[in-house]
C-alpha cells in the first residue's frame, strides 16, 4: 500500500503543475517564522486581489518547476518558500506582497518571480509593485 503522505504531496503538485501550466505567472517569497495569524492576514489580503499563498516544501517546488521545463525558476525554492498565485493580474499581488513585507520583514521577503516568461529578481518584482494601476 503506498505511503499517503507521498500521495498528498503527489496531488498537490499535479494539482499546482496543472495550474501554472494554465497561467505560469507566479511570486515566490521566503517565509522565515510567519506566525498562523500573519500568514492568514496575508492570505485574506491576497484574496482580495483574486491571489492565493501556497506555502511549498522546496523539493517538492523543484520538482514541480522540474515538470513544468522551468528549471531556471528552481534556484528560487531554498528553504522554506511561499507560492503566490495571481488572479487575472498580478501586479495588484505583487504590491499586496510588498506592502505585507513593510511591517513583517523579518518574517516575509520576495526572492523573485516568473512572469510572461521571464524570471524576475526581487528588486525587479518591487519596480513591479510601485507601478501605478492601469487606469493612471
Known amino acids: 500500500m ?8 503527489e496531488a498537490a ?9 494554465q497561467r505560469p505567472d507566479f511570486l515566490v ?5 510567519l506566525p498562523a495569524v500573519e500568514a492568514d492576514s496575508l492570505r485574506q489580503k491576497l484574496f482580495t486581489s483574486q491571489a492565493r499563498l501556497v506555502m511549498i516544501k522546496r523539493t517538492l517546488g523543484k520538482r514541480m518547476m522540474d515538470q ?6 528552481t534556484e528560487l525554492f531554498e528553504g522554506a518558500a511561499g507560492l503566490v498565485l495571481p488572479g487575472e493580474e498580478i501586479l495588484p499581488a ?5 506592502e505585507f513585507i513593510k511591517t513583517h520583514e523579518e ?14 529578481d526581487k528588486r ?3 519596480e513591479l509593485a ?7
Do not use: H, M, W, Y
Open 94 to 98: 505583487a504590491k499586496v506582497i510588498v
Open 29 to 33: 517569497t521566503a517565509i522565515r517564522r
Open 68 to 73: 513544468l521545463n522551468l528549471s531556471s525558476v
Open 130 to 136: 510601485s507601478l501605478p494601476p492601469k487606469p493612471v
Open 2 to 9: 503506498p505511503n499517503v503522505g507521498r500521495l498528498v504531496k
Open 13 to 21: 503538485v499535479k494539482e499546482l503543475s496543472e495550474r501554472l501550466s
Open 107 to 120: 518574517q516575509l521577503a520576495v526572492r523573485g518571480a516568473f512572469i510572461d516568461g521571464l524570471l524576475f
Open 124 to 126: 525587479r518584482v518591487e
